[in-house]
């Protein structure tokens, strides 16, 4: 394999988790972090996987949470992230959370220990020069303002974005059909791209005054300069420009026809494909900074929404992330210059853990190079293989491009539904109930990775 070092940038989540898998195949690695010669605008210390936010990392319910599976996935190829919650950890409830300052030292620690791991300050601010060979960008959404330019210069103006404008997204078997219904207006397209959900005129009027009564957001000092674009305007804001306004945009009623009702809609609410799975919904032009709360209960009074399940809710904050699906490989790496892979939030994964899972299929995917041999990602059905597809080619045809591929957490939405619709249940065959799918999901992706383990671990 050589000896010559990885290069990595970024000392967050995916950073380390990728340093990790390499160290562990005896590859050695620089890691490069420019916190301790330059701050960022939310991180408090220098230390390498420091939890900015919150300190918690979500729900560990292996069986009924997607998050809580990939904890276990994560686990089973040897997360130093998992291993470091552990070792830290908080009570918290079924939520896994640690003390922020021991987990960020064990984290360090862990690495700084390995004979082959250096740890260098400082910026990197350009694009890394071809004597460097393998490098792996792990800069996250606080990338600086020169690297992030640099990035621009080799991917296109149009492929990087600087803030998240995103809209509700929907599981669809949470929509009651018997009140929405399938068309596009005036039956363009195909004719039936789009899910209506129609609301009265005083449906709409107190759909509005819930708006912009309801509790916003804050933004921090560092997202004061968010620029609201038209294309991109939070529902409250236009709500505040009139109480006709959205009925004018987003929410108009014309070119559509109620196939449960004569009454004509003074509004309707439209909800676009999503994913290529078509298990996920998004709530057009909904882009919003309520708070989380309202956004359920306000949203929850749509008509055929009101047991909507939300795979992730609208927000408008800064972040930093690449067009994925049109500039990276299931490789993770850059199509036009294959020595780079990105890694963790800045390829469009959200949140602390999604971001070290990105983390350790950089590092893996590249110690498989390293040896010469070629492994495919995680399966589908998989909570890893699911963010890598979500990220890489999970979008429907005509999408990917900078206007409408969006950050994603984990979720079962992003995972193939169930191929049974029956299984056994205390000797008895019967059909597959809701409340039990995400266990058989998760089941069938536990399965699925350690045959994929096992084939990529004993060749």
């Known amino acids: 394999m050589g000896t010559s070092p990885i290069h990595i940038i970024g000392g967050g989540m995916a950073g380390t988790e990728a340093a990790w898998q390499l160290l562990k195949r005896d590859i050695p690695v620089i890691l490069h972090e420019m916190r301790g010669t330059k701050g960022t605008n939310a991180h408090q210390t220098d230390g390498l996987a420091e939890l900015v936010c919150s300190n918690s990392f979500r729900s560990d319910d292996i069986e009924n949470n997607a998050v809580g599976l990939l904890h276990e996935e994560m686990r089973r190829l040897g997360s130093l992230m998992m291993e470091a919650a552990e070792a830290t950890k908080v009570p918290a409830g079924s939520a896994l959370a640690v003390d922020r300052d021991l987990f960020s030292d064990y984290v360090q620690s862990k690495l700084l220990d390995h004979s082959l791991f250096t740890l260098e300050r400082g910026e990197v601010d350009t694009i ?3 004597e460097w060979g393998n490098v792996i960008i792990a800069t996250g959404p606080l990338t600086s303002e020169k690297l992030a330019h640099a990035v621009l210069e080799i991917t296109g103006e149009n492929e990087l974005q600087f803030f998240d404008a995103i809209a509700p997204i929907i599981y669809k078997d949470t929509i009651d059909f018997n009140k929405a219904w399938f068309q596009s207006r005036y039956d363009k397209g195909d004719g039936a791209d789009y899910i209506n959900c129609p609301l009265s005129k005083q449906q709409y009027y107190d759909f509005i005054d819930a708006i912009t009564d309801g509790e916003k957001s804050d933004y921090k000092d560092w997202e004061q300069d968010i620029p609201f674009f038209e294309g991109c305007m939070p529902i409250e804001v236009m709500a505040e420009r009139g109480p006709e306004t959205l009925s004018y945009g987003p929410m108009k009623p014309v070119g559509l026809t109620n196939p449960h009702s004569d009454e004509k809609p003074y509004a309707i609410v439209q909800l676009r494909q999503d994913n290529k799975l078509g298990t996920l919904y998004n709530m057009v032009g909904f882009q919003t900074k309520l708070k989380y709360g309202y956004q359920k209960e306000i949203f929850r009074n749509i008509p055929g929404l009101e047991k909507a399940e939300f795979a992730r809710l609208g927000g408008l904050h800064r972040n930093t992330f690449i067009n994925s699906p049109k500039l990276l490989d299931d490789q993770l790496r850059l199509k036009s210059m294959p020595r780079l892979r990105f890694a963790g939030q ?114």
């Open 346 to 459: 800045i390829t469009g994964v959200e949140g602390y853990v999604e971001s070290g899972a990105m983390g350790i299929m950089a590092g893996r995917f590249l110690a498989a190079d390293l040896k010469g041999e070629k492994i495919t990602p995680p399966p589908i059905v998989t909570a890893f293989g699911a963010l890598i597809n979500h990220i890489t080619g999970g979008h429907i045809e005509g999408a990917g491009t900078a206007k409408t591929f969006q950050p994603m957490n984990v979720n079962f939405g992003i995972m193939p539904p169930l191929e049974e619709k029956k299984h056994e249940v205390d000797g008895r065959i019967v059909k597959i109930k809701r409340k039990d799918r995400k266990p058989l999901k998760s089941k069938r992706a536990l399965a699925a990775l350690d045959e994929w383990l096992n084939q990529t671990e004993h060749r």
């Open 128 to 130: 890394p020069p071809e």
